[in-house]
């Protein structure tokens, strides 16, 4: 499957911005879907999962309440969208895919169990 992801810009602090993932190749109803995120300097990090018939959200507590994951299979898209946005969430923003199902938070949140990788759409957060 090829992921594309988009949506990402500038936008001041408590701002909001939806980012999408769409898919082709394969219909995404076979895949968990992730987003994960890296800032200038760190490590890529989690931000959400939803499985695959979208039953089971998991977030990272630094974007809990503030984002949400959800996904239309019918159209082969996956969406975050992101409120309350703060500089701090400034970074490249990927999505990912996932055949492996029937995991729990602490194997969603990391990223060598993701099959496919989309190109990254970048977050700018300006105070």
């Known amino acids: 499957v090829q992921l594309q992801a988009s949506g990402g810009g500038l936008v001041q602090a408590g701002g909001s911005l939806r980012l999408s993932c769409a898919a082709s190749g394969r219909t995404i109803a076979s895949y968990a879907m992730g987003w994960f995120r890296q800032a200038p300097g760190k490590e890529r990090e989690f931000v959400a999962t939803i499985t695959r018939n979208g039953e089971s959200t998991y977030y990272a507590d630094s974007v809990e309440g503030r984002f949400t994951i959800f996904r239309d299979n019918a159209k082969n898209t996956v969406y975050l969208q992101l409120n309350s946005l703060e500089p701090e969430d400034t970074a490249v923003y990927y999505c990912?895919?996932?055949?492996?199902?029937?995991?729990?938070?602490?194997?969603?949140?990391?990223?060598?169990?993701?099959?496919?990788w989309g190109q990254g759409t970048l977050v700018t957060v300006s105070s």
């Open positions: 990912a895919a996932t055949t492996l199902i029937n995991m729990g938070y602490n194997d969603y949140a990391a990223s060598t169990v993701y099959d496919y």
